[in-house]
T-cell receptor
């Protein structure tokens, strides 16, 4: 069974631009969560989607948004990029929402110049 | 490789010795816990999990211990190997206002010395 895949793996943008990251969960998994990982803050929860609905959201500004499609694939979007948005963005999938094994993708490394 | 955390606590262990990595969690109502291993340039990899109705669970070369009284979790790695060098995170599945989310510890860097 293929693991969680994320595209692109690396991305370089400039301040003020926007970016869209994509995540394909493990086949059969319906929940997708997004995290931001930085050396200073560690792993921080962004949001979780289940059955195309956002179920939970972390403490990030409205510039961070996401969505989930009927095939459980998910995208996250960051608008008006800031230097501090440079991070590894990780997607994790699980078969159901809440309290289950969660498997991570390799991440997308975003650099904002 | 890319650095997961610049100021992580580091545990250095001789190859072949046992490693114990500790984690304190925050919510006494958390009922599910996972240990992850993250190697440089990769996403976290699931190692082992435990539910709050257990205090010990064993996998292959790994054991997780849960002490709910003091909100403490530990990961024991037997016969540590060079390939075990990585950053290890604990995660608690915390329920707030009826919804679950994972809260991750800051991580511990494990260095295996040859």
């Amino acid at each position: 069974k293929a693991g969680v895949t994320q595209t692109p793996r690396y991305l370089i943008k400039t301040r003020g631009q926007q970016v869209t990251l994509s995540c394909s969960p493990i086949s059969g998994h319906r929940s997708v969560s997004w995290y931001q990982q930085t050396p200073g803050q560690g792993l921080q929860f962004l949001f979780e989607y289940f059955s195309e609905t956002q179920r939970n959201k972390g403490n990030f500004p409205g510039r961070f948004s996401g969505r989930q499609f009927s095939n459980s694939r998910s995208e996250m979007n960051v608008s008006t990029l800031e230097l501090g948005d440079s991070a590894l963005y990780l997607c994790a999938s699980s078969w159901n929402a809440g309290g289950n094994e969660q498997f991570f993708g390799p991440g997308t490394r975003l650099t904002v110049l | 490789g890319e650095s997961v955390g610049l100021h992580l606590p580091t545990l250095s262990v001789q190859e072949g010795d046992n490693s114990i990595i500790n984690c304190a969690y925050s919510n006494s109502a958390s009922d599910y816990f996972i240990w992850y291993k993250q190697e440089s340039g990769k996403g976290p990899q699931f190692i082992i999990d435990i539910r709050s109705n257990m205090d010990k669970r064993q996998g292959q070369r790994v054991t997780v211990l849960l002490n709910k009284t003091v909100k403490h979790l530990s990961l024991q790695i037997a016969a540590t190997q060079p390939g075990d060098s990585a950053v290890y995170f604990c995660a608690e599945n915390s329920i707030t206002s009826g919804t679950y989310k994972y809260i991750f510890g800051t991580g511990t860097r494990l260095k295996v010395l040859a």
